[in-house]
Every structure is written in C-alpha cells, then in structure tokens.
C-alpha cells in the first residue's frame, strides 16, 4: 500500500512574529513623537550641531569599504592623503588674513595722520615715527625730555610734548609710553637700576600728557625695559644717546583689546 503523502500549507506573507514586531517599532515611534512634540528645541543650539556635523562629515575621517552614493561630495587626493570635503570650514589661516587686511587698513590711515600731524608742525627732526605690528611708535631721544640720569621733564622738552598731547586729542586709540636706557650702570639713590631709571621717565611723561590735557588714565599705560631692547648696538657714545630714548606707542585698537585681556 502506498503510503498518502501530507500536502503541507504553504505560508504567504511575512511570518507571524513580524506583526507583533510592527505594532511594537510603531508604538515605540509614536512615544517618541511625543516627546518631541511636548519638548522645547533651543533652534540656535540645533542649528549649531547641525551644521557642527555638515561641517565636519566625521564620518569621512574614517575608510569604509561601502561606494559612496555621492562621490562628489568627498573625494581622495592621494598626492596629500587627505579627504576633500566641499562643505568644510574656510581654512583659519583665510580669517587671519581677513583680520589682518583689517588691521593693516587701520595701522595705514593711523601712521598717514600722525606723518600729516608732523609735517604740519615741524616735528620730524625731533620726533620720528614708524609703523609696526602693535600700532604706531613715535620715537624722543633722552636729550629732547631729560637730563642724564633724571626723569624730571626739561622746560625745553614739554613743548614737544604738548604737541604730542594735541595729536592724541585727536585720536582715541590707547597708548603705551615705553622707557629705554642704554649699557651705562645707572646707581643712584632715586634711581638705583636702569629699570628704575626707564619706568620713571615712562611714568613722567604720562603724568604730565594726563595733568596737561585731562586724558582718562584708563587709557594709558607704561613700562620701562631699561637697557634690554636697544635699537643700535651700545658700542659708542652716538649709538648709546640713540637708545636712550622714550618711544610713545598708538596702539592699533586690536592690539589695544589684546593687552586688555
């Protein structure tokens, strides 16, 4: 007798387990929609992770063996090893240059006002001015303000600094009044060190601009560097009289926030 074969049912559809797993991934998402519906988004914070992770596609740093969908957006230069991303941040050196090119636009219209203040009043044999990174340095020698070895102003000085004076009523920028000495041992008993000697005569020179011209003193401030920053070598008597000097710093208003800090 032969034996009947069972025709077994076959199943359509997706197995019985999938159901029971449907209504749970849907209920768990309804949950979720409604904590997102009943929070608070901070949309600045948001907006700065959102653009925190199209900046910086951290997903790039890593090789994966899967084809990019979209190879334009990331591509390999192997000359440099590197993976160039189109929506990645402007390199930093890019902003220096544009707050340098700022900063070289106000440091040029700074030293053309003070150049233009000097020829108008005579002053260039006497005062000298340059242009540096800090803002615009104008340079006295000892001989115009003081006696050797003092920092009482001279009669015969303060003209010039009056001249001074009226330049800085005219500009708002802070300044920095720096005291320079040369080699020569300076023992004394008012002065006993040439960095007694060079913060003195600082501190003499913006007394007298803040009395003369009632300047807010928040504006200014000195520092004397004795005989540490020479300008010429203190090998004779001429190029030792060239860094006894008092230099008066305008300082450029970035360079003026950076001290601040």
């Known amino acids: ?8 049912s ?3 559809g997706a197995p019985k387990w999938m159901v029971t797993y449907s209504d749970m991934v849907t209920l768990i998402l309804v949950f979720f929609i409604l904590l997102f519906s009943m929070s608070q988004i901070d949309l600045v914070k948001f907006q700065a992770i959102t653009d925190s992770f199209r900046n910086r596609m951290i997903f790039d740093f890593y090789p994966s063996s899967v084809p990019m969908e979209n190879p334009s957006e990331s591509t390999y230069h192997p000359e440099n090893g590197h993976l160039a991303n189109e929506f990645e941040l402007p390199p930093l050196d890019e902003g220096k240059k544009h707050l340098d090119g700022d900063t070289d636009d106000s440091l040029t219209g700074l030293m053309q006002d003070v150049d233009a203040y000097l020829d108008e009043h005579d002053l260039n044999q006497v005062i000298s001015a340059s242009r540096t990174e800090r803002g615009v340095v104008l340079v006295l020698e000892e001989s115009i303000l003081f006696d050797s070895g003092e920092a009482v102003i001279l009669d015969s000085g303060k003209p010039f600094l009056n001249k001074i004076g009226a330049l800085l009523m005219e500009i708002p920028n802070h300044v920095k009044v720096e005291g320079h000495t040369d080699s020569k041992p300076m023992q004394s008993y008012r002065y006993p060190s040439n960095w007694e ?3 003195a005569r600082a501190g003499s ?5 803040i009395q003369e011209y ?3 003193m928040k504006r200014f401030s000195i520092v004397g560097y004795g005989e540490t920053k020479p300008v010429m070598p203190n090998t004779n008597s001429e190029n030792m009289k060239k860094n006894r000097r008092v230099e008066i710093v305008i300082l450029d208003s970035r360079s003026a926030n950076e001290a601040d800090q």
């Open 1 to 8: 007798m032969k034996r009947r074969e069972i025709k077994r």
């Open 10 to 12: 076959k199943q359509s």
């Open 197 to 199: 000697l060079s913060g």
């Open 205 to 209: 020179v913006v007394r007298y601009l």
């Open 214 to 216: 009632q300047f807010d």
